[in-house]
């Protein structure tokens, strides 16, 4: 495997905060970075060496990324799977691939996909039509949760339910759009693994953080987590055998669910790097995103070994406003360079030594 030169250039499809971080990291690794996303004023545009304002399926705007980058990779699971084969058709080499993609953005296919490679995942039915969400809703006593297949996030796309509720209703809330119905797991908390694999099949994976998630939206990572070290290495074990499934090239994230046995569920997997490891890089000797960019770039790996106890905080909102007034001297802070504050939108992190 021949590892990308110094100075070769990189692309990144998705041009949120994860781009805006990956950009920052590909340039202290002497890479340059071509960002393509679809907001004239996005966070990683403003920190690229050169940046394409299109629409991901435009051909002329992908061919000019093709022409102008070495290698491509992506920030953003929501990537039509069209836009990779269309790089791909013009000689581009993208990691990671389209079938992470094709897997990860469809929660049916993801679970499936995670149960066939032995990590399971909640009970859960297939539901497209209204006979379906009730058929669903009956067999798991009404009590779950309604998700969309595809394109959600941060709680977005999903209708709690208990049985006093309609599922059709429920349904026809989220616009019938193909969903799964998946049982409510009565978890004693929630983890997350990030692991790195190259195209050689070389892995490497961060200590399992802790996860608190508020209304749907990740709150806080931790690390050392609380659980017990069996429980660890069975979501480092769990995350490596999808990575290895998926032949994913990159970081990638793997939340599961933690009941009180110990036992762990697989909640879904991101092609990418993840809100959950923002602790990486201010806590270990190699963060998530650099991670990334030497995962593709054929470049040795690098230790994950961390250094000191640490917890992430999302700042929400108008968090933002008052992060630096209320920090600490040694709280570590990232803000994303969002213009617009909306209530619940993800506008940095602080990561705090405990
Ligand atoms: P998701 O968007 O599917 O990752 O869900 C976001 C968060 O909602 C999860 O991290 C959990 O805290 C909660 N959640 C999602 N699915 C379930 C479930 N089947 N049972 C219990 N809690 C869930």
Redo the contacts with the bound molecule.
């Keep these: 495997m021949t590892p990308l030169p110094v100075g070769s250039v990189i692309g990144i499809l998705g041009d949120g905060q994860l781009g805006r971080m990956l950009a920052s990291e590909a340039a202290r690794l002497g890479f340059d970075v071509v960002v393509f996303g679809q907001d004239e004023d996005s966070p990683a545009r403003r920190v690229a060496s050169h940046s394409i304002v299109a629409e991901y399926t435009d051909r002329d705007a992908l061919a000019e990324l093709s022409v102008r980058c070495d290698l491509i990779t992506l920030e953003f699971e929501n990537v039509p799977v069209e836009a990779l084969q269309i790089l791909e058709d013009m000689g581009a080499t993208v990691c990671p691939g389209q079938t992470s993609l094709k897997i990860c953005q469809d929660?049916h296919l993801e679970k499936s996909f995670s149960r066939e490679a032995g990590v399971m995942t909640?009970d859960y039915h297939v539901v497209n039509s209204v006979d379906d969400a009730v058929v669903a809703f009956e067999a798991l006593g009404g009590n779950?949760?309604l998700?969309t297949r595809r394109d959600?996030?941060?709680?977005h796309g999903?209708r709690r339910l208990k049985p006093e509720d309609s599922p059709v209703q429920a349904f026809e809330d989220l616009r019938e759009a193909p969903c799964v119905f998946?049982?409510?797991?009565?978890?004693a908390g929630?983890m997350s693994v990030i692991v790195a694999r190259r195209a050689d099949g070389e892995m490497a994976t961060f200590e399992p953080a802790e996860?608190i998630?508020k209304n749907?939206?990740?709150h806080i990572s931790r690390a050392p987590s609380r659980y017990a070290e069996e429980t660890k290495q069975a979501a480092i074990g769990a995350a490596k055998k999808l990575a290895e499934a998926l032949g994913h090239v990159g970081v990638m994230a793997c939340?599961f669910?933690v009941l009180e046995s110990g036992e762990i569920l697989l909640?879904?997997i991101a092609p990418r790097v993840h809100n959950s490891g923002h602790w990486t890089p201010e806590a270990c000797i190699t963060g998530q995103f650099e991670q990334h960019i030497r995962a593709i770039a054929g470049w040795p790996l690098g230790s994950t070994d961390r250094l000191m106890d640490v917890e992430m905080e999302n700042l929400l909102g108008d968090d933002v406003m008052t992060a630096y007034g209320s920090a600490g001297p040694g709280d570590m802070i990232t803000l994303y360079g969002k213009r617009e504050m909306r209530a619940g939108r993800k506008m940095g992190h602080i990561v705090k030594r405990l």
């Design positions: 929660r909640a779950g949760i998700k959600g996030y941060d709680g999903q998946e049982a409510l797991v009565p978890f929630e996860n998630h749907g939206i990740l939340e669910f909640n879904e």
